[in-house]
């Protein structure tokens, strides 16, 4: 049986609103093994982004408890993985404006600890294998959306993460655009051994990974 | 090199801009604020050191008085002269006179001096005539009191010591000593060039009938910013004589010098902090538009430290670029002083202050490491806090709302 890299336990969240508490995830519960993949889908607001945010460790949960695998850490709580048990991939790319596209992918592993020439190398060998080996000093402005999110997939790599947290990567993008951005992801997270969990509103894209789910209600229930 | 550091120079100065607007004016701000400071600073210790020079030059570094005229002035320039602590050691004896041509007079406080010693101060200020061609029969005039007795060089002026009064008194025609006008002096302090008549000590002599006496002694000190310690311990042994340290000599004078420059150094110091605090809202609103990436960088799993170093690092590099800057500047501003006031003269059509008011030829200049070093200091600190102040309130806020952020 393959390792567990991500287990959440009754997780709930609500938020503050005007007309008072507003529940958006009452009881989600859900473990993701090594290197598969799994699809979320909803309707717009139903809460997958507050999702993905607990899951990986950028908000506290009200109630239940997330694990996630990190190397040479065993399980532990998302907020102390941040970086290296888990990538993060937006919607909207999320690039340091004033950095090229190698110095982007480079930025992720010197936050964690990596020296200058290992994460320039590491960057290098990720932006050559999204097929951006031709824009490595590139700044963000000068690259398409596509070409954007490559960079920000290669990003989300470098520190070799057991799961990869995408949030509607092909979301700016045309279809064609879109499809091979979804090829790319499910080949490099599955050739890095990573684990995937893909938020998509895209029925097709969310039939292409192994387990499916739709977030409703505040409940993931499987599709 | 920290990633945090690499960043925050990116983000002030992003590549591919060749003009890096909120970086240029934040370093200019605080560059002008830094020069104006130390230009103030630097002239008015220029004007300071000017005003410390001449009240020494008129004064000695120290002087050496007594209650009465000092019996053998000579004997004790020689003993304290051989002190280690003393450069040298000469007479003075200086009395206020009527000083007379013709229809016009005036007060002069004259003073009798050795014309063979090559380090008498007034030999530097002559302004016409020569200092050499004083004797018996010659006088030397401040400017200003020349003016007044409407004469000029080879013009005969006529001197009323009080002396002159005592032999009224016992009955005999006082007359008046005679003096050809041989040298005109301008030291640029108004209450000497008023007033000031320089003759030699034994015609002084005689006529403020001192006989072997003097009315006191001036020394050159070899550490004349020791001068107060060094008078106290030359006193020892001599307790009938004062011995004034040239610092307390104009006491008050001093003491306004540098009152006016602490109250300039304060209202300087509020431009740097205008400057400060336009950077700290300029940085505020940079992180505000930045919200998002201190998500992403939570993401990526960066410590909160690191975040408030990332901006904080912005503002402090903005001060102390900007910081050098003003030296620079500052230095630029000085070189070229005389020309910009000239420039500033004619435009705006004013006569030479400096010329005219303070009597110096040039702008007078004292850089001062301490000022520099002050300013520098609060500089750094006030800009550290403008950057420091948006950097917490970034760091200290939740990455999944900081990214919902627009
Ligand atoms: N910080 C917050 N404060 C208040 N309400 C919030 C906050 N974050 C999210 N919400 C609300 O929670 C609900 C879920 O938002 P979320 O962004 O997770 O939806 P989503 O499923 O990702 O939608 P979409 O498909 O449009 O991206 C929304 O109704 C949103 O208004
Ligand atoms: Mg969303």
Redesign the interface.
Known sequence: MPDIVLQARGLAKAFASPAGRLPVLTDVSLEVFAGESVSIRGSSGSGKT?LL?QL?G??QPDAGEVRILAPGAGLVAPRSS???GVG?V?QNY?L?????AL?NVA??A???GAS?SSATEAARALLVQVGLGARLEH?PAKLSGGECQRVAIA?ALVNRPSLILADEPTGNLDERTGAEIMDLLLGVVADRGAALILVTHSREFAERAARRFVLSGGVLSPA | MPWFLHLALRQLFPPGKRFPAFATVSILGVALGVASLLVVQTVMNGFGEEHRLRIRESFGDCLVTGPAPIEKPEALAKELAARPEVASASLFAEGPALARNGDFSGIAQVRGIDPTDPGQPARKYVYGGRFDDLDDGRIILGVGLARALRVRIGDRVEVWSPAMAERAEKGKAPLPAEFEVCAVIQTGFTEVDNAAALIPLRRFREIWNLGPRAHGLTLRLKEPALAAATAGRLAVGHPELRFRPWQDIKKDFLEAIRFEKTMLFFLMFIITLVASFSIGSTLFSAVIRRSREVGVLASLGAARWQVVALFGLQGLLIGALGTLLGFLLTWTILSFRDGILGAINSLFGGGDMVANVYQFSKVPLHYDASDFFIAAAFTLLTTAIAGLVPALWAAGRKPSEAMRDA
């Open positions: 507050t945010q990986g950028l908000d941040l970086g290296r993060f937006f999320q340091m404006p004033e950095l090229t110095e930025l992720a010197r936050v964690a200058a700044l990003r």
